[in-house]
């Protein structure tokens, strides 16, 4: 954990609720909604007053929505960010306006990190790394070559870059593991299908693995498998990330052999943060959330106590 920052207490309603701005970055997946639900359902919890705007996956509304924040003098902003580039203007009119920034999920890419006062999330290059690792587990003693195709999630975004090269870090070494076909199925169950479906036109069963950037994208991906008149999960090796309920539904089915998991439940942790930086104590600057990896078989025994 970095070192922690000190802000002056600057927020303006010092007196009332704390006042936070959200800008989501949309309802594109299954663990987006528990996200969504979890930031809603805490800030109720923490007596904090949510502004929750939605992007709907695109940076343009989530510049738009946090200028409006600043506009409003919210206490405190909070976003989960689409993409990594392009904060730099925007955050430097909060700064300017001295609104703590706090990013939540996804990281960015800046010059200047005194832009933001916290960032609470996984480690997606943590996570990429653990993907890898399950298959090199997986294919111990296997002859090569064995065929990845990769359905990344959303271009530019901290999740597709950092689970994309933490495979790579993985199996680098290892010239028995070729990615031959990589495209964006934006983190949506529709269009990892899409994409799926043109991948295997193209390459048929010349495809062992497919390493898929979540789980709504691996579930769109196995109908496409299926339609195909292939079995997911035993022709087609199928590794994922979130561990979603229906990531879990997947596995039990035997059509998903590992969900690396992903929490979205960074409500609780961001409304105590905010709080702390409103009242202008030290926070770290860097949270991370502890997470593991659920394997086909282990997927029965845990799914009772998941929460999303
Ligand atoms: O940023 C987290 C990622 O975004 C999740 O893996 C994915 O499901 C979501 O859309």
Redesign the pocket.
């Known amino acids: 954990v970095a070192a922690g920052v000190m802000l002056c207490s600057t927020f303006s309603h010092a007196a009332d609720k704390l006042v936070l701005g959200f800008a989501q970055v949309g309802a594109?997946?299954e663990?987006?909604t528990a996200n969504t639900e979890s930031i809603k359902s805490s800030a109720k919890e923490a007596g904090v007053d949510l502004k929750f705007s939605d992007a709907q996956q695109k940076q343009e509304n989530q510049i738009k929505a946090i200028r409006s924040y600043i506009a409003q003098k919210v206490d405190v902003i909070a976003f989960s960010p689409v993409v990594e580039s392009g904060w730099e203007p925007v955050l430097r009119e909060a700064k300017a306006a001295k609104i703590p920034v706090i990013l939540t999920?996804?990281a960015i890419k800046v010059s200047d990190d005194s832009l933001y006062t916290a960032f609470i999330g996984s480690d997606f290059l943590e996570e990429g790394r653990r993907g890898g690792r399950w298959l090199e587990d997986h294919y111990k003693g296997a002859q090569g070559p064995i065929n990845i195709a990769e359905l990344q999630?959303t271009v530019g975004?901290a999740?597709a870059i950092d689970r994309h090269n933490g495979l790579i870090e993985v199996i680098k070494s290892d010239d028995r593991f070729k990615i031959i076909a990589s495209q964006s199925g934006d983190?949506t169950r529709a269009g990892g299908k899409q994409v799926m479906e043109a991948m295997l036109k193209s390459y048929g069963k010349q495809i062992q693995v497919v390493y898929s950037?979540?789980?709504?994208m691996a579930i769109g991906a196995i109908q496409a498998i299926e339609e195909a008149g292939l079995k997911p999960g035993k022709d087609i090796v199928i590794v994922s990330?979130?561990a979603t309920k229906g990531g879990f539904q997947a596995m039990m089915a035997g059509k998903m052999n590992v969900s690396v998991e992903?929490s979205p439940l960074l409500g609780p942790q961001l409304m105590e943060t905010a709080k702390l930086v409103a009242a202008g104590k030290s926070v770290p600057k860097r949270i991370v959330t502890k997470e593991t990896v659920f394997p086909m078989e282990t997927a029965a025994a845990a799914f009772p106590s998941r929460k999303y």
């Open positions: 594109e997946s663990w987006r999920d996804r999630g975004s999740p983190f950037h979540n789980d709504d990330f979130d992903c």
